[in-house]
């Protein structure tokens, strides 16, 4: 009896002794990966006795009606010290003209036109290299013309040096950005739809490229075509009256309708 009591003693002895070491050490060694680094010190900053004062947000005043743009920052108000255009660099329409007769007239172009198409922008193709901010682009003499053709549902780029055609060729997935044609044919459909018709005479017409969603289980009308979003209103301040998405790859109004009040 005395042995088991003895016995009893020393192991409950024992466990008081290891909670206490356990409970004992110091906090930075209880990591997984051993004792951490001590805490960076941040040196402390006086705030301000003053607080400063928000940025006023102001406008030119310069603008159209409806449309305010706000000064900026380092903005420099002199005329004579802005930045003049590069006007080698820009096509002017009349070379637009001419580079479009040559390319529209090229055999491998219209080939790959078809019936229904849209001219769409023109624009030099800067030298291969590094060139100085806002010099020579038109030194390669190279210019590109974009187009999109309604009828393969694909747009198609030249390039051209003068007026001779270097290459056609078409650019898969890629949808450029509105052209002017793009939007006149829109308004045009619009207009003659029913739902439009004898109602958007008198306002005018705007469009806007747009790309219609996938679904999972069924795509929204248009997907993966040429589809325009198109609006009429009083001129280019009022709000839109009206509205239509046009499908130009099937030359065609998806849906059309009259704008809620917004009033």
């Not at 637009?96 to 023109?122: C, H, N, Q, Y």
């Not at 248009?222 to 001129?235: M, N, Q």
């Amino acid at each position: 009896m005395n042995d088991r009591v003895l016995r009893c003693s020393l192991l409950l002895l024992f466990a008081t002794i290891g909670l206490g070491y356990g409970c004992s050490l110091d906090a930075g060694s209880r990591g997984p990966f051993g004792p951490e680094d001590p805490e960076t010190p941040v040196q402390k900053v006086t705030l301000p006795g003053k607080v400063p004062a928000p940025h006023v947000f102001q406008f030119t005043g310069e603008d159209i009606v409806g449309h305010h743009k706000p000064k900026m920052v380092g903005t420099v108000q002199d005329a004579g010290t802005k930045r003049a255009v590069n006007a080698p660099a820009v096509l002017t329409a009349e070379e637009v003209a001419i580079l479009r007769k040559a390319a529209e007239s090229d055999r491998r172009v219209t080939a790959l036109l078809g019936t229904r198409w849209a001219f769409i922008d023109a624009d030099r193709i800067p030298p291969i290299g590094k060139v100085s901010f806002g010099c020579c682009p038109h030194a390669t003499g190279l210019v590109r013309l974009v187009y999109y053709s309604y009828g393969q549902n694909v747009a198609l780029e030249v390039q051209m040096k003068a007026a001779n055609v270097l290459s056609a060729s078409r650019l898969e997935g890629y949808q450029p950005p509105e052209g002017q044609q793009d939007v006149q044919r829109g308004i045009e459909l619009a207009k003659a739809d029913p739902r439009l018709a004898g109602k958007v005479e008198q306002l005018q017409g705007h469009g806007l490229l747009m790309q219609p969603d996938r679904g999972f289980f069924r795509n929204d009308p248009g997907y993966a075509h040429r589809t325009i979003w198109i609006t009429f209103s009083k001129g280019q301040d009022g709000d839109p009256k009206y509205w239509a998405v046009v499908d130009l790859t099937e030359d065609k109004v998806l849906e059309a309708g009259e704008e809620p009040s917004r009033s």
